[in-house]
């Protein structure tokens, strides 16, 4: 079923990360493009709201509590109710659940536009008790591919709608970059002289050691000339004071420091990422910096950075064990795979990936 009369307001339910929202804005644009002057809403966590609007990849933003949300039932339940109180003040004609949970799909039930776009099959078959409300059915993956970008486009191949932007593409606002240059002038940093790392993730065994990433910023500091600026949020300091005791090489530690516009400006600006799969990662590539991403049990070929150069790397598979109690082998969020990533093929990554790119720099700098 195409959609029936205009569509002037989409909402994209899009629950996860920022990581997930980074690939999900591919698909925003399209819809821009597709349906010129509707208004393009996301429901999304708090924290991420005022990113996706100052972008543009979202009109607006409907807004929930991580926190509330995974609370006690009567939490969840205020919580719940608040949201479907303020989209149902939108009028929606077009749902987009991307994030394919049963929660989302009551969401969009309730919210019930004309047009109600999701996955089928879900990932989540539903009980007895359960429906899924939806009139256009999108794949699971879209185009043939297997990367998560395409889960995130497969609604557009459902709707009929052409795939004209093919990566998401996100630019710095102009005063978020004036931001990133003073920090960088501050801290005595030239652009495109300095590499972005970032040591954190959510769980301790997607993060790769920190006693590696010190070799690794040692070694390629002292071969290459480059900087090197730590990146992360607040409560990924622990990780980073380790990394700063044990390097040799000065390092700017901005770990706390930035928000989100800022971090996006000051990866722009940047010679390489080096980090672990997260979602400054897909940020970097965002913007088109060169990219090493660093990956346990999850495959990059799903999950990879897409947008910019990069190289993925990834230990042989299956793996070998390091993780003992803390590692839930069959869990790509809760494995300790990364840590047998070795120094030197990280290094070896980032020369190549420095020389694959030079050309492209010295034309525009």
Not at 26 to 37: D, E, S, T, W
Not at 111 to 139: C, D, M, W
Not at 208 to 218: S, V
Not at 278 to 298: E, N
């Amino acid at each position: 079923m195409l959609p029936v009369g205009p569509v002037r307001s989409i909402l994209i339910l899009q629950t996860k990360y920022i990581g997930d929202l980074i690939l999900a804005s591919a698909l925003a644009k399209n819809l821009q493009i597709a349906y010129p002057g509707a208004r393009v809403v996301f429901l999304c966590e708090a924290r991420f709201g005022s990113f996706l609007t100052a972008h543009g990849i979202a009109s607006e933003t409907v807004t929930f509590r991580r926190g509330s949300a995974r609370g006690t039932i009567l939490q969840r339940g205020l919580e719940l109710w608040r949201v479907i109180r303020n989209l149902r003040r939108f009028g929606f004609d077009m749902t987009i659940d991307l994030t394919d949970s049963r929660t989302s799909h009551f969401i969009a039930m309730v919210v019930n536009a004309k047009t109600r776009v999701g996955y089928y099959p879900s990932e989540h078959p539903l009980r007895r008790f359960e429906r899924q409300s939806i009139n256009v059915q999108a794949k699971p993956f879209g185009y043939g591919e297997r990367h998560f970008l395409y889960r995130y486009l497969s609604p557009l191949e459902a709707l009929g709608v052409d795939l004209r932007v093919k990566a998401p593409s996100i630019q710095p606002l102009p005063l978020e970059t004036a931001r990133a240059l003073a920090l960088l002038d501050n801290s005595g940093l030239r652009r495109k002289a300095f590499m972005v790392v970032h040591a954190g993730a959510s769980f301790p065994g997607r993060r790769w050691l920190p006693e590696r990433f010190a070799a690794a910023i040692d070694t390629i500091s002292t071969e290459t000339g480059l900087s090197v600026v730590l990146v992360g949020g607040p409560d990924e300091a622990e990780a980073n004071d380790q990394i700063m005791a044990m390097v040799s090489t000065p390092v700017v530690n901005l770990v706390g420091a930035l928000s989100l516009e800022t971090l996006l400006a000051l990866l722009q600006e940047a010679r390489l990422f080096l980090g672990n799969e997260s979602g400054p990662m897909h940020m970097a590539a965002a913007t088109g910096t060169p990219v090493v991403g660093l990956f346990g049990l999850t495959n990059p070929i799903r999950w990879g950075p897409v947008g910019a150069p990069s190289i993925s790397m990834r230990p042989s598979m299956p793996c070998d064990c390091v993780g003992g109690d803390l590692c839930h082998r069959t869990d790509p969020s809760k494995a300790c795979c990364v840590w047998r990533v070795e120094v030197a093929s990280v290094v070896d990554a980032v020369r190549e990936l420095l020389s694959r790119t030079a050309v492209a720099l010295n034309s525009t700098v």
